[in-house]
């Protein structure tokens, strides 16, 4: 039976869900803020490991300003509403992503919640923040470089490599769950998710249930992970 340790989740369809409702995009991100909270618990009580969100992309930044305005202001809303409970669940929270551009309010929630729960050894809810994969590569890229100038590292693999990603701390990703039909990973985890199972699911993440990642679970553990190999006992 596959293991699995780490799922991660590209949330999308807060837009369209509410739209399909009549209603401004910011309440679908307000929708999927309360979402977060829900599947979040949930997949720590299933004994998930890791549950990684794609909250704010490098590309993100693009949109109108009322609405990056908006989805900054979410990390102060979640947080307040839902600190006392992610404590409760012994939930860790850590951030992947540049730090650098998100305003400093976000920042300093982030790390307010990361230091309360640093202690907590239940799942690690970690929030991808102003995350761009292939930034991600190019940065660790240059990390490396630096490290190979100094004379502090001789030999570049993947294993070493993965020491200077954002993830380096975190379980290998084993699932990656994409709402709202769309079959892309728009920049997300482009160097962890080399040999994940991938699931494409036709439902806005505001209407994601727990059910839903029932679901995914179950196809992943019907999937046969080969890692590029030949499994024998079948005829593929």
Known sequence: MNTLNHIAIIMDGNGRWAKSHNLPRTMGHKKGVEKVREIAIYANKLGIKCLTLYAFSTENWKR????????????????????????????????????????????????????????NTGMVLNFAMNYGGQREIVRAAKKYAQDYKDGKIKNLNEKTFNNYLYTKDLPELDLMIRTSAEERI?????????????????????????EDLDKAIEIYMKRNRRFGAIDENKSN
């Open 64 to 119: 109108p300003e009322k609405e990056v305005n908006y989805l900054m202001s979410l990390p102060k809303v979640f947080f307040k509403s839902y600190l006392k409970e992610i404590m409760a669940n012994n939930i860790k929270i850590t951030m992947i992503g540049d730090m650098k551009d998100i305003p400093l309010e976000a920042k300093n929630i982030f790390k307010e919640a990361i230091k309360a729960t640093s202690k």
């Open 186 to 210: 728009s920049n997300f985890l482009l160097y962890q998710v080399a040999y994940s199972e991938l699931i494409f699911m036709d439902t806005y993440w505001p209407n994601f249930k727990k």
